[in-house]
Antibody
């Protein structure tokens, strides 16, 4: 069965960086778009970024452009989100998701940006 | 970006009753709308895609309809496990966006 397991969340100070990882299993990883989606009580769900199966096409939410970078390693069945210059408003649960629309989601990893 | 407006914000329904949830988009999105169920502590679950196609293993009591800018999710007879938050999502135009959700609670 499909499993998506996020890791790398935690408490970080404003201006800091984090790298989120998502380990996937149960499907042919390179066949699928992979995405990061975040959820906050204030703004609800926001699509952060996606990357195509080959990794050739990527896009980012305007609110995060220039501060984040998505990548994938198809040999390791993993997708990553590098987040820099973090702000308090980036505090959220970050979900890894498979496909568009997202057929499967991970359980999420909490990122808290606070001094 | 396309704004997804869901209504009502909260829907109080008795078990066995029908629930109808609405989603309106600020621009036409063809039929590129999906619906998700989200229970506390669980990953969101895809229910409907293409506005009206049930995802794998989704019970027939869940149905979706609509196109253009107005979409509906109907749960024909609510079961205990259906009390959750439901949100709609458009994947027609980047950035793909979500509604704020409708909470279906026990009356």
């Amino acid at each position: 069965q499909v499993q998506l397991v996020e890791s790398g969340g935690g408490l970080v100070k404003p201006g800091g960086s984090l790298r989120l990882s998502c380990a996937a299993s149960g499907f042919t990883f390179s066949d699928y778009y992979m995405s990061w989606i975040r959820q906050t009580p204030g703004k609800g769900l926001e699509w952060v970024s996606y990357i195509t199966g080959s990794g050739r096409t990527i896009d980012y939410a305007d609110s995060l452009k220039g501060r984040i970078s998505i990548s994938r390693d198809n040999a390791k069945n993993s997708v990553y989100l590098q987040m820099n210059s973090l702000r308090a408003e980036d505090t959220a649960y970050y979900y890894c998701a498979r496909g568009v629309p997202p057929v499967d989601w991970g359980q999420g990893t909490l990122v808290t940006v606070s001094s | 970006e396309i704004v997804m407006t869901q209504s009502p914000a909260t829907l109080s329904v008795s078990p066995g009753e029908r629930a109808t949830l609405f989603c309106k988009t600020s621009q036409r999105v063809s039929s590129n709308v999906a619906w998700f169920q989200h229970r506390p502590g669980q990953a969101p679950r895809l229910l409907i895609y293409g506005a009206s196609t049930r995802a794998t293993d989704i019970p027939a009591r869940f149905s979706g309809s609509g196109s253009g800018t107005e979409f509906t999710l109907t749960i024909s007879s609510l079961q205990s496990e259906d009390f959750a938050v439901y949100f709609c999502h458009q994947y027609n135009t980047w950035p793909w966006t979500f509604g704020r959700g409708t909470k279906v609670e026990i009356k």
